[in-house]
């Protein structure tokens, strides 16, 4: 049988160390979650009109406000539970280490299937969705939140290939269309930039976590392996 005792450092710090360093990485990375969950929040809270006279208001609220509301809580949280393991392995807390590898490896979970469905959602699908909602709005007694929406996000019609009702575009001072680009152009855009940019920063943290994992449990067992004195970190 092979003798693992020698595989993990006698001396603490060289465990707990890395690890408050890779927590600290892992906060900044929580924090561009919290940045990209509260752009998409205040960006789609524009949205909440055209929402609610959709007949597809169950999927567009999941898009408009359950998708960038989930990345911004667990970016919340990870930057919290971080600070937890800085604290419990600066501290070397055997049962907050513990406490703490069993909450990263739920998170570790969360963030696989985040990753996953932002990496892999296909952009197109939610534009075609989107549009045919616009499209059936737009031909709605309440197509008013079309124009709102045009002017918010400075662009004309849903497509090149819409129906073309001057009132649903909106006019300058001389009484022409305000803007030129299609609006499937500017949410496509959007949508497709944040998309990747939670799927990357996901995997990161996935990554980082997974490690940081390894070196808590190396440091609860090397906890309990050996008995501490005052002076055993600075044997």
Same mark, same amino acid.
């Given at each position: ?105 739920? &998170?570790?979970?969360? #963030?696989?299937? =985040? !990753?996953?469905? /932002? ?7 939610? @534009?075609?969705? *989107? ?59 959007? &949508?497709?930039?944040? #998309?990747?940019? =939670? !799927?990357?920063? /996901? ?7 997974? @490690?940081?994992? *390894? ?21």
């Amino acid at each position: 049988m092979v003798d693992t005792t020698n595989l993990i450092p006698n001396t603490p710090r060289y465990l707990k160390v890395p690890l408050i360093a890779f927590n600290t990485i892992l906060w900044v990375l929580g924090l561009v979650l919290v940045i990209i969950g509260g752009i998409g929040v205040s960006f789609f809270s524009n949205f909440k009109d055209f929402t609610k006279v959709s007949k597809a208001s169950a999927a567009l609220s999941n898009l408009s406000t359950g998708a960038p509301t989930g990345v911004l809580v667990i970016g919340i949280f990870f930057m919290i539970l971080t600070v937890v393991g800085c604290f419990v392995a600066g501290k070397e807390k055997l049962i907050g280490l513990v406490i703490y590898t069993m909450l990263m490896l739920i &998170i570790l979970v969360a #963030l696989i299937g =985040v !990753g996953g469905k /932002a990496l892999t959602l296909h952009n197109d699908d939610i @534009i075609t969705q *989107l549009g045919n909602v616009w499209e059936d709005v737009s031909s709605g007694p309440k197509n008013s939140t079309i124009l709102r929406l045009d002017d918010f996000l400075k662009c004309c019609y849903w497509n090149s290939t819409s129906k073309k009702d001057p009132s649903l575009c909106p006019k300058d001072s001389k009484g022409l269309p305000k803007y030129s680009v299609t609006c499937d152009t500017v949410i496509s855009s959007k &949508i497709s930039s944040t #998309l990747y940019l =939670v !799927g990357a920063a /996901a995997v990161s943290i996935g990554v980082i976590e997974f @490690i940081c994992m *390894l070196f808590a449990l190396f440091l609860i067992i090397r906890i309990c392996r050996a008995p501490r004195t005052k002076s055993y970190d600075y044997q």
